[in-house]
């Protein structure tokens, strides 16, 4: 029997803050172990919450830029569970009455797009950390470090509307891009900033009840989202094929056995004892607080992308790469600012430059040459004063040196020679020196002519225009 999966995401992103959401606490990543805590954040008692207005403001962000509705009322409560890493015995969240109401966002994968209904965006606040290994007492004991406890987030929830680990997995990287793109979210899975649970289950094609649904939780790559998927996916399949059934618990994935693990069983709402958070109030969000959101979002991905390929000619390919992140964007538009030609930019950008900062683990914040210096480069290359080839060379000076590439190509000698009277004389002596490959394309075999323009190429070190010799070449070729 064929199965369909059925698949929503809940991800948590921390919030680009400088303090925690109820308290004055730092929520810099890397301090050590339990020093970024306060009276607040430990739960202890007479200490008293108070909301970090620039974590409702992100959260709003998130949600106008995300095509939500924005709730003019909204309530904190207390989720209750009891974990060592929670230092209250309970987290506050927001439940019945979120900030942030329904969306959709649409999503390419592969080769259609996918439209993901968002059902709800709340504010919590996030727990410490469990630590289980790499310390000296780890076989026996755990643990707690709490610099994470009450670190703001916003949970995103999905309706299940995913039907396949890729969808899933280009879901979860664009929502990725977009929260980084405004600034709401630093997008570093490896710190714990941005995480994805998985709610999955399976049924038989054309059926439209749901199978028991089965949690997947704190996967923190795309890679591990879709390996996890596509084990639980199959886990399930079996399980029913068997004629078993399949039990609702939360699980984790084990990357080292490429399983899923149980963790616990599935809790439901009414397990968590949701009731209202008694020492915050209410947040009322009226219309100019909405607009103000609206009005600090830059340009997003999409009208970017429809933009550079109206204004610039670029193709869709190009405008999707070019906006994949808002730092490439940006830069982009700088490089053109400079003079360059979009295409040329692009190219450059997409191509060496995506290269180079690859191999040298950077980032574009982080180059030896500027928008305007490789807008400089593009220029020498379109007027002709040097080749793609020494173009190359002349890019990766400028990489190690940080010299301009007009003074790279002076100081050089490297400009292009387009002289035709001095390429003549190289092409007849290629020519002569390579009868067999003149008798070939004399003869019909026109290939060899590359192998004549290169050799004229290496006599010249490189330097000689190819557009100048290839018609030379062909000019001497062709008489009789």
């Not at 019945?96 to 999503?107: A, F, H, W």
């Not at 004892?273 to 947040?283: G, K, N, Q, S, T």
């Not at 030609?341 to 900062?357: I, Q, S």
Request: glycine share 8%; aromatic share 6%.
């Amino acid at each position: 029997m064929p199965y369909q999966a059925v698949i929503g995401l809940e991800i948590h992103a921390q919030l680009l803050t400088a303090t925690k959401v109820f308290c004055g606490c730092s929520t810099r990543f890397g301090a050590p172990p339990n020093t970024h805590i306060c009276p607040v954040c430990l739960g202890l008692p007479g200490a008293l919450p108070v909301l970090n207005r620039q974590a409702v403001d992100l959260a709003l962000r998130a949600g106008v830029a995300l095509g939500c509705a924005i709730n003019a009322r909204s309530v904190f409560a207390r989720k209750n569970y009891f974990y060592p890493d929670l230092p209250k015995g309970y987290q506050i969240s927001q439940y019945d009455q979120p900030l942030v109401g329904r969306g959709e966002l649409r999503v390419a994968s592969g080769d259609h797009t996918v439209a993901v209904g968002i059902t709800r965006i709340h504010l919590e606040e996030d727990a410490g950390k469990s630590l289980h290994e790499g310390l000296a007492d780890a076989s026996d004991r755990t643990s707690l470090d709490y610099n994470r406890a009450g670190v703001p987030l916003i949970e995103i929830v999905t309706e299940p509307d995913l039907r396949s680990p890729a969808d899933a997995s280009a879901f979860f990287e664009q929502l990725r891009a977009m929260l980084v793109w405004i600034g709401v979210n630093d997008g570093n899975m490896d710190e714990g900033s941005l995480r994805c649970d998985a709610n999955v289950s399976v049924r038989p094609v054309g059926e439209s009840r749901l199978g028991t649904k089965v949690e997947v939780k704190n996967l923190n790559s795309f890679r591990y989202l879709r390996q996890a998927l596509e084990y639980e996916i199959e886990r399930q399949i079996d399980l029913v094929d068997s004629g078993q059934r399949v039990e609702q618990d939360t699980r984790l994935w084990d990357q080292a056995t490429s399983r899923t693990i149980t963790m616990r069983s599935k809790e439901d709402a009414h397990d968590y004892r949701y009731f209202p958070e008694p020492d915050l109030a209410p947040v009322d969000v009226d219309a100019a607080r909405v607009e103000r959101a609206r009005q600090a979002l830059p340009e997003l991905p999409a009208a970017r992308r429809d933009r550079l390929m109206v204004e610039f000619g670029l193709s869709s390919y190009d405008a999707t790469e070019l906006t994949r992140s808002r730092e490439t964007g940006d830069w982009f538009a700088a490089v053109v600012a400079a003079g360059a030609p979009a295409k040329a930019a692009a190219n450059w950008l997409m191509g060496e430059m995506a290269r180079t900062l690859n191999d040298s683990g950077l980032s574009l914040a982080d180059s030896p040459i500027s928008a305007a210096g490789l807008a400089g480069l593009i220029d020498l290359v379109e007027r002709r004063v040097i080749n793609s080839s020494t173009a190359k060379e002349v890019f990766e000076k400028m990489w190690t040196s940080g010299a301009t590439a007009t003074a790279i190509v002076d100081a050089g000698g490297l400009a292009q020679i387009s002289d035709e009277g001095a390429l003549a004389a190289a092409v007849d002596q290629v020519l002569a020196a390579h009868p067999e490959p003149v008798r070939q394309y004399r003869a019909g075999q026109t290939k060899v002519l590359g192998f004549l323009v290169g050799q004229v190429m290496k006599a010249t070190g490189g330097k000689a225009s190819p557009a100048v010799v290839n018609a030379l070449m062909r000019r001497a070729l062709e008489r009789a």
